[in-house]
Every structure is written in C-alpha cells, then in structure tokens.
C-alpha cells in the first residue's frame, strides 16, 4: 500500500507559477513509477506528466515547455513545476503511483489549482 497526500495547490493569475509536491508513504517510493492528473469541471481525468522510478519523464502536448515533473525520493515526494499558467489549466491535480510489472496504481486526494484574474 502506499499512501499519497497532495499540497501546494490555491489561486494564481494567468502568466504565474505554482509548484505541487506530492508525499508518499507506506511503501518504498523509489520503485514506483510516478505521476500527475488532473480534471477540469466537467471533464474526465487527464495525464499531465509522467516520470519513471529510472527517471524519464514525458508531458502532455499542452503542458510542455511550462510544467516540469521531478522527484526526490530521498524524501520520498514527486513534484509538479508549473510555469505560464493558463485559465485552461484550473482543475483539481492528483498524483498517482503506479507500478507496471505489478499492476498497481494509488490515487492522491487531489490539490484544487484555480487560475484566474
């Protein structure tokens, strides 16, 4: 089992910056696989970014250039950088872990972004 607590989201105008964090625990954070949704009001679920326990990482064509996804599992924390904010990207982001060979996913509570004038 691994247990994942969200933060770091609130209210930023349009051109701003936020950053989410994303704490694990229950488990050993560096195999794990992690990554980062979100779901705007009335829309499904959306994969903004990805990063691999080995490090890779890839980003949704709408959010690349201006969000960065990062580890650090000495703290066993996965981050979202996000630059340049648009109106478009306000949604509640939740991170997941996941872990292929296993077939195992866990879903965060969400962190609520509001980009707005």
């Known amino acids: 089992q691994v247990q994942l607590v969200e933060s770091g989201g609130g209210l930023v105008q349009p051109g701003g910056s936020l950053m989410l964090s994303c704490v694990a625990s229950?488990?050993?954070?560096?195999?794990?696989?992690m990554s980062w949704y979100r779901q705007a009001p009335g829309k499904q679920r959306e994969l903004v970014a990805t990063?691999?326990?080995?490090?890779?990482?890839n980003y949704a064509d709408s959010v690349k250039g201006r969000f960065t996804i990062s580890r650090d599992n000495a703290k066993n924390t996965v981050y979202l950088q996000m630059n340049r904010l648009k109106p478009e990207d306000t949604a509640v982001y939740y991170c997941?872990?996941?872990?292929?060979?296993?077939?195992?996913?866990?879903w965060g509570q969400g962190t609520r972004v509001t980009v707005s004038s």
């Open positions: 997941k872990a996941f872990h292929t060979l296993y077939d195992l996913n866990y």
């Open positions: 229950g488990s050993i954070f560096s195999i794990y696989g």
């Open positions: 990063i691999t326990s080995g490090g890779s990482t």
